[in-house]
């Protein structure tokens, strides 16, 4: 039985052409692994230096965000799941998958977030998706001069530069999953 569930699930993994997958805990460990692994396979299919260099930074990006922000950490001692603030040592969990449909990559990553932050991330992403690519720049550089955003942990550019390097406007859900928890996903096609 166990043989024949796994086949079954490698199958809709082809089936949705998928090359890397990946569902647990993140790490800036696991980050580095799972890059050289998708790196060596877009060497090793011959894929155009500058498009290797788009997925692969979108990747990262994607996988920051989970590392960062993913509302389903363990070990954030004295913090709640999901802040900002948590604790470096705190574990968080999400998805990530990269596949090839129709010549174009995709990167698709998924987490658990408070949903209390839902409304203002959908409306970011909204913002976003509805940018050109010369107002997404605009708006690129305009943040470079700016304070990063209170609860930020990074340069608060991270979506933003996912949104410039995708080919078309960036895919997103949420599916709450209770009162205080939101299940979250983006897709972004380069």
């Known amino acids: 039985m166990l043989a024949r569930e796994l086949f079954e699930f490698r199958s809709q ?15 800036e460990g696991i980050l580095f692994s799972l890059g050289e692994a998708l790196r060596r396979k877009l060497e090793q299919d011959d894929t155009d230096r500058n498009l290797t260099k788009r997925v692969f930074s979108v990747f990262v990006e994607q996988v920051q965000n989970i590392i960062r922000y993913s509302g389903d950490a363990e070990g954030s001692a004295g913090t709640a799941a999901g802040d900002a603030g948590a604790g470096a040592g705190a574990l968080r969990s999400g998805i990530v998958t990269v596949g090839k449909d129709g ?9 658990m977030i408070d949903s209390a932050k839902a409304p203002r991330l959908r409306s970011r992403l909204e913002e976003l998706a509805a940018l ?7 708006l690129y550089r305009r943040k470079l001069k700016e ?8 340069a608060t550019l991270g979506l933003i530069e996912i949104a410039r390097r ?25």
Do not use: W
Not at 103 to 111: E, L, M, Q, S, T
Not at 132 to 138: G, H
Not at 147 to 154: C, K, L, R, T, V
């Open 147 to 154: 304070e990063p955003e209170a609860e930020s942990q990074g």
């Open 166 to 190: 995708a080919s078309s406007p960036i895919e997103f859900d949420f599916f709450e999953v209770d009162a205080q928890t939101t299940f979250y996903g983006i897709r972004v096609f380069i």
């Open 132 to 138: 050109s690519p010369e107002e997404l720049k605009v």
């Open 13 to 27: 993994i082809q089936a949705h052409k998928l090359m890397l997958v990946y569902s647990g805990i993140m790490s």
């Open 103 to 111: 010549g174009r990559f995709f990167v698709i990553c998924a987490n």
